[in-house]
């Protein structure tokens, strides 16, 4: 199995520039909060928005199944998927994310009912073993990607007949109304961007701040490799290309933007999480009644 694209000739740079801007981004959360998710389940925006899609996922898990992780950075979920008695792994292209993941295996190694391996792997590239794992799990990753075909057969092919592919991530990107709710919403929040600025800022970019508000949702420019599945056409689709290999069992639309805003909400948890909690519900049900469009999309996916 290969991938369908040759790649373009500043790959293996972009590939490096990649590992250590999220190598970075993983030794950042590090020196606050280990990677386990223990501690991650009481940050704020997994408390807001996705505590009980984790622990959903969790709860499926059992004793000695195989499971992989596609681009797991610090192993928090990788670690998480041990601790509920799975032989992990998990594959991710930093090379000092996964330091940071194997060190903190060592230090659990010993409290954990499973068993994890961490490698470095080009994902575009992804060469896995057939019938092999009972669960994958993908959080964050596919949008990343540039060979999406690719990835997804081989993830179909890893997997086991029956097995669970679980995935959340963004698709496509983000409609105009999302991006003014989310506008909205920052400039009558108390956020960490002044109201001076705010003002300011509306006086001179006007009707572009919905816009200038939608790169930001999309972290675009964060890293070389950031929205490269986002593109148009059915090769930046994954959710038709999983629709394609597996059947569908659960598929659900995160709130639109209320993800975005708790990263930005200046407040302390106390006063932050009933607000955020609140506005989740409020998004929930605009993304219901299909007055927004969520990008975030969580699927549960079988290989027959």
Not at 136 to 143: A, F, P, Y
Not at 161 to 182: K, M, N, Q, V, Y
Not at 241 to 270: C, K, M, S, W
């Amino acid at each position: 199995m290969t991938p369908m694209n040759p790649p373009p000739d500043d790959y293996q740079a972009k590939l490096e520039q990649e590992g250590a801007i999220w190598g970075a981004e993983a030794e950042r959360q590090a020196a606050t909060t280990p990677p386990d998710w223990r501690y991650h389940r009481a940050l704020r925006h997994n408390r807001v928005l996705h505590a009980h899609e984790i622990d959903a996922l969790l709860d499926r898990i059992t004793p000695n199944m195989r499971a992989l992780e596609l681009g797991c950075a610090s192993g928090w979920l990788t670690l998480a998927l041990a601790q509920r008695g799975a032989h992990v792994e998990g594959l991710d292209i930093s090379e000092p994310a996964l330091a940071i993941a194997r060190a903190y295996y060592e230090q659990v190694k010993a409290e954990t009912s499973g068993t994890v391996r961490y490698r470095t792997a080009d994902l575009n590239a992804l060469e896995l073993s057939a019938n092999t794992y009972d669960v994958i799990v993908v959080k964050g990753t596919l949008h990343h990607l540039i060979d999406l075909p690719h990835v997804i057969t081989a993830l179909h092919s890893a997997l086991k007949p029956g097995g669970l592919l679980w995935i959340s991530d963004s698709l496509g990107d983000e409609h105009p109304r999302t991006a003014l709710a989310a506008a909205a919403c920052m400039f009558v929040l108390p956020t960490h961007v002044s109201y001076g600025e705010k003002v300011r800022g509306l006086l001179k970019f006007g009707t572009r701040s919905a816009e200038r508000i939608k790169l930001s949702m999309q972290a675009e420019g964060l890293s070389p490799f950031e929205g490269a599945g986002r593109g148009d056409g059915a090769d930046h689709d994954w959710l038709a290309l999983v629709q394609q290999h597996f059947a569908i069992e659960i598929l659900r639309r995160a709130p639109a933007f209320t993800g975005y805003i708790a990263h930005q909400v200046n407040l302390p948890d106390a006063l932050a999480l009933p607000l955020l909690i609140a506005l989740r519900g409020f998004d929930s049900f605009l993304v219901r009644l299909r007055v927004l469009t969520s990008s975030g999309v969580i699927v549960y996916a079988r290989k027959a």
